[in-house]
């Protein structure tokens, strides 16, 4: 594994349509249980079925990092053997991501908000808040994807002056996440924190936070037929350690909070030593999935089936920054019903659905909408065209 030089592969790759599939399954993974969080508190804190949709969360848990991994991956797969024109690099990263950024900021806020206040300096004063710290409305990420296309440059070098010692990189940059994981969970929230720069103690929106996921992706991306061959050949071990983790993660929950008397919400955060050997182990698994879902497209085979991911991986990005929309008309449709009512184990799925639908059907509107696409991060829908950002 690794053990290619990445001087030798070929600087034009073949399209890899499994990449395509993984970024779709982890957004899809995300709405689902940012839509299991809406639920969950429509039942009594710390009831049996409170309790049961939060551990829910455990097992979910690879969502987030396998979107940091695959935001790594694309970042490093065609790249790193090309020249670097940095700042042009920048300007293309920057550009797709700083006006959906700029503007569902402004949306989300002006409509949480009365908008007649817009005219009011406070107003303007919180909509900086928010694009500074990145803390609303889900656009974490996008703050952190920032963050990264600026350390790119430093990522590269780092890789190129370690040739032939990737694997090593690669444990080196595990270690730290499981020590990063170790230090929040159990050392930062008896520090006092007030004074710490905003990203040191806020630590999901600093990307440092999710250093090894990005180095791992980037890696991966760099040997993709290594990687590829080395999951392929080990895919049986992967997938029993996968239904160990499931359940393993389940009791992890229990055990933060009846063992060490965790919140409910620290219990079920994602930032934890054992999430992260849990999420690489899933993540391996759906690195695998995309390999059959590559070889079934060059079979050719359920030509609509591919059609349809095809056209859906494409507005995945847009799925995430669209999801506050949806949840927000969830959330206001679920208010009648009537808190811890059985029957909300029925309305979730389909809550579920409805999100990713709503989500999906607005997004592929602005995609093939002149002017509204920037909003989803996507080049006006071309047909005919296959383009990765």
């Not at 927000?328 to 799925?349: E, F, H, T, V």
Request: proline letters at 4%; charged letters at 10%; one cysteine or more.
């Amino acid at each position: 594994m690794f053990s290619m030089s990445s001087e030798k592969i070929a600087i034009k790759r073949k399209y890899l349509y499994g990449v395509d599939l993984m970024r779709l399954l982890f957004i899809l993974g995300v709405l689902i249980i940012h839509t299991s969080t809406v639920f969950t508190y429509k039942f009594q804190v710390g009831s049996a079925s409170f309790l049961t949709l939060g551990s829910f969360h455990m097992p979910m848990h690879f969502t987030r990092m396998g979107f940091m991994f695959i935001s790594g991956l694309v970042l490093f797969l065609n790249s790193y053997n090309r020249p670097m024109h940095l700042i042009k690099f920048w300007k293309r990263r920057y550009f797709w991501v700083l006006i959906p950024y700029f503007f569902w900021n402004f949306i989300y806020h002006l409509v949480e908000h009365d908008f007649e206040k817009i005219s009011t300096g406070n107003w303007w004063l919180q909509y900086w808040d928010l694009l500074i710290h990145g803390n609303g409305y889900y656009m974490y990420f996008l703050m952190v994807m920032l963050q990264l296309y600026l350390c790119y440059p430093l990522m590269r070098f780092l890789f190129k002056k370690t040739e032939g010692k990737h694997l090593i990189v690669f444990f080196c940059s595990i270690a730290i996440q499981l020590l990063i994981t170790i230090f929040t969970k159990f050392i930062l929230p008896h520090l006092a924190t007030e004074n710490w720069p905003y990203l040191f103690k806020s630590y999901g929106m600093f990307v440092l936070t999710y250093e090894g996921y990005f180095i791992a992706g980037a890696l991966a991306g760099i040997h993709y037929s290594d990687v590829e061959k080395w999951i392929v050949s080990h895919i049986k071990q992967l997938f029993i350690a996968t239904l160990i983790g499931i359940p393993t993660m389940v009791l992890y929950y229990f055990y933060n909070i009846y063992i060490l008397k965790l919140s409910y919400n620290k219990a079920y955060e994602v930032h934890q030593p054992l999430i992260v050997v849990y999420a690489l182990i899933v993540i391996s698994n759906i690195f695998y999935v995309g390999y059959l879902y590559d070889r079934f497209v060059k079979n050719n085979k359920h030509p609509k089936l591919i059609a349809f991911v095809s056209k859906a991986q494409k507005i995945a990005f847009g799925l995430y920054l669209t999801q506050t929309i949806a949840l927000s008309i969830l959330r206001m449709m679920i208010i009648p019903i009537p808190n811890g009512s059985w029957y909300i184990w029925l309305i979730w799925p389909l809550a579920t659905i409805f999100v990713i639908g709503f989500s999906g059907a607005l997004c592929w509107i602005l995609y093939n909408t002149p002017i509204a696409h920037y909003v989803i991060g996507r080049p006006l829908n071309k047909r005919g065209t296959n383009v990765r950002i």
